[in-house]
């Protein structure tokens, strides 16, 4: 795996190419990009067959050991892998330790474990459970064991440092039990990078976790509605100057189009696509405008839109980032709300999603008040589709100097509302 940059733009923007992955090493993904969200290996609402009626999806699949580790007995009767066990076709995999969509309850970490949930409970892993889980599993990349319970504002300062010492104590162990599984030989590991709102812990985290034979780095802790977004800002930048400039930095946790922007800026280059699935269980469609060179009548279109969702977003009010599965965000309309009744536009003029291309407003409608699945179906298509576009727009924008023009298209969305609070 190697981080090859063609650009840096405003002095953090990273624009490249991430090549080498998988086993043989004949995958690549752009970057600034973002992997393919799924939960236990499918991508939410969508079969295999209508994932891949998208085109420009991510080269790089995400698991969450939350979902999997449960069924570890099968897949290690299995022998063959996660990737032929769930039939998912020529793609690389992720291993995470947590699914970003579902919170984590606390306390439940100790110096010798960590804890994930899945649908059964908690399960408690030790480093050797958790590494013969990713020889189970036989992922191209994983996230090592982490303590991520510093996310919280009031955490106090010692907690925060033994978070940063626990981890790098995880990852040390893994390392050595990975250096010796031979079923293990071609997988890269990625260090975890905690610290809190700690600035120093942050640092000594990046400084430390850069002097282990690590792949890549994951940014953990900084999630949507843990911290204020300067903060969050600060810490990212403070911590990416620490980092090589040819190995990945994976941001956990954060997916909404404008905090993906500001994070980019601070030199973050992967992200979570989390964000369209919770736009879907909202009964949402992302509609927030990307596109740097519109035709005028497409522009027409775009304001309309433009002014759906702010209408909508003031009259629910500031979005409330403790509760993210329920709450919209400025980028989406809701189309449970009557005005989409007779509304027999496509959920975004010039899309190409199937959605998009075949159906209108008014249908979706239908089938969400009368709760029909094939409403989460059609939805996540689109969402899904929409998402990934707006990253390939992002590095079209750092490509030909026009990222200032693309964060005021974004960003304009957010215009119909109060700033929130995180």
Not at 38 to 61: A, E, I
Not at 130 to 151: C, H, I, N, R
Not at 341 to 352: A, N
Request: charged letters at 25%.
């Amino acid at each position: 795996m190697k981080l090859e940059l063609s650009r840096v733009v405003q002095g953090g923007c990273r624009l490249g190419v991430l090549k080498g992955l998988g086993r043989t090493g004949q995958h690549a993904l752009e970057v600034p990009g973002c992997l393919l969200y799924t939960r236990c290996g499918t991508v939410p609402h969508l079969t295999q067959d209508t994932l891949h009626t998208l085109s420009s999806l991510p080269s790089v699949t995400q698991l969450t050991l939350s979902t999997i580790a449960e069924h570890q007995e099968v897949l290690e009767e299995f022998k063959d892998g996660f990737r032929k066990f769930a039939g998912l076709r020529d793609t690389v995999l992720y291993c995470s330790l947590h699914d970003p969509v579902t919170p984590c309850p606390t306390g439940h970490i100790t110096n010798k474990t960590v804890s994930v949930w899945g649908s059964g409970g908690r399960i408690e892993l030790t480093v050797a459970k958790f590494m013969a889980l990713q020889k189970t599993v036989q992922p191209d990349w994983y996230q090592s064991m982490a303590d991520g319970e510093t996310w919280q504002s009031n955490t106090s300062r010692k907690r925060v440092r033994k978070s940063v010492d626990r981890t790098l104590a995880h990852l040390d162990e893994c390392l050595l039990v990975h250096h010796k599984t031979q079923e293990l030989q071609g997988v890269e590991v990625f260090g975890v990078v905690e610290g809190g709102d700690i600035l120093e812990e942050r640092v000594r985290s990046a400084k430390e976790t850069v002097k282990r034979p690590v792949a890549g780095f994951c940014l953990d802790g900084l999630q949507t509605g843990s911290m204020d977004q300067a903060l969050r800002i600060q810490l990212i930048t403070a911590v990416t100057k620490e980092l090589p400039e040819d190995k990945p930095r994976l941001l956990q946790g954060v997916g909404r189009p404008d905090e993906v922007l500001a994070c980019v800026e601070a030199g973050v280059d992967l992200f979570e696509s989390f964000f369209p699935f919770q736009v879907t269980e909202r009964g949402c469609a992302l509609c927030f405008s990307f596109d740097i060179s519109p035709d005028p009548e497409r522009a027409v279109l775009e304001l309309n839109d433009e002014r759906d969702a702010a209408g909508e977003t003031q009259e629910n009010g500031d979005v409330n980032l403790d509760d993210q599965t329920q709450m919209m965000t400025s980028f989406e309309i809701n189309l449970k709300d009557k005005r989409y009744q007779g509304d027999f536009r496509p959920l975004v003029e010039g899309c190409g999603c199937y959605c998009c291309r075949n159906h209108q407003r008014a249908y979706l409608h239908h089938l969400l008040v009368t709760n029909e699945l094939l409403a989460g179906v059609l939805l996540m298509l689109h969402n899904t589709a929409h998402y990934h576009a707006f990253f390939g727009a992002l590095r079209e924008a750092l490509a030909n100097d026009k990222l200032d023009l693309l964060k005021r298209k974004v960003l304009k969305e957010r215009g119909g509302q109060t700033e929130t609070k995180e």
